[in-house]
């Protein structure tokens, strides 16, 4: 099983919905959703956990132990104390997205990441991205910044994937993109997939994967799911 969830947040406007999703969660998991000061960051953040019992529910998991079955890593990603399950969630405006993959052969780790199109500053990838990449988006002319963007999920994608989040330089490895999208890293010796969603309006969003060496078909693609509220 490997899917990656997407959900419109927007849903929340009716409180019914939002009271409905908030009954999924255990006691701790309503207390961090309340803890959030704005309703932005309560929905979204709602909505990436309702895709995670989305997928633990369809995958015939207890979801209702899930705050138990997690650890954090070194840098704070989130674990489960399941083998061969591994999942991670973003979300930007109106949009959640969760990646999730269970027995499925050869991945070792998963990350996503979605962002939500807006002007950027282009200092920040002139600074922070590596020469090859900076090439490649102001090829882009007009629409180098929605190619900042994709980038910056690519790039966020893959250090998900390896676990580190921002702790390490984004120009420390390349994104290359073309007919396929690859990483080149020194981090370690695993092997990743890199991939894109289809186009959602307004947004951009990546996945990644981690392969554990004993996969025989590198042609791993997830299934994409809309959830419905």
């Not at 132990?65 to 890593?73: D, L, N, Q």
């Not at 962002?115 to 990838?125: A, D, S």
């Not at 893959?158 to 994104?175: C, D, E, M, Q």
Request: proline share 3%.
């Amino acid at each position: 099983m490997f899917r990656i969830y997407r959900f419109d947040t927007s849903y929340y406007i009716d409180n019914d919905i939002f009271r409905k999703h908030m009954e999924l969660l255990s006691e701790e998991g309503r207390e961090r959703i309340d803890s959030y000061r704005s309703e932005a960051a309560r929905y979204s953040n709602l909505g990436a956990s309702y895709l995670l019992y989305h997928a633990f529910i369809e995958a015939g998991l207890p979801y209702n132990a899930v705050e138990e079955m997690t650890y954090y890593g070194r840098f704070g990603k989130p674990y489960l104390r399941l083998p061969s399950v591994y999942f991670n969630a973003s979300h930007s405006g109106n949009m959640a997205m969760l990646i999730f993959s269970m027995d499925e052969r050869g991945i070792a780790d998963v990350g996503c990441d979605i962002e939500k199109i807006r002007p950027r500053n282009e200092r920040l990838y002139k600074r922070y991205f590596t020469p090859e990449e900076v090439d490649y988006i102001e090829s882009q002319g007009t629409e180098r910044n929605t190619a900042f963007i994709r980038m910056w999920t690519f790039k966020e994608a893959f250090l998900k994937t390896l676990g580190t989040g921002l702790n390490v330089p984004l120009n420390s490895f390349s994104i290359t993109v073309g007919d396929k999208v690859s990483v080149s890293q020194t981090m370690d010796e695993r092997k990743y997939i890199l991939g894109e969603l289809p186009v959602m309006e307004g947004y951009a969003s990546s996945w990644c994967v981690a392969l554990d060496g004993t996969e025989k078909d590198l042609n791993i693609i997830p299934e994409i799911v809309i959830a419905e509220a």
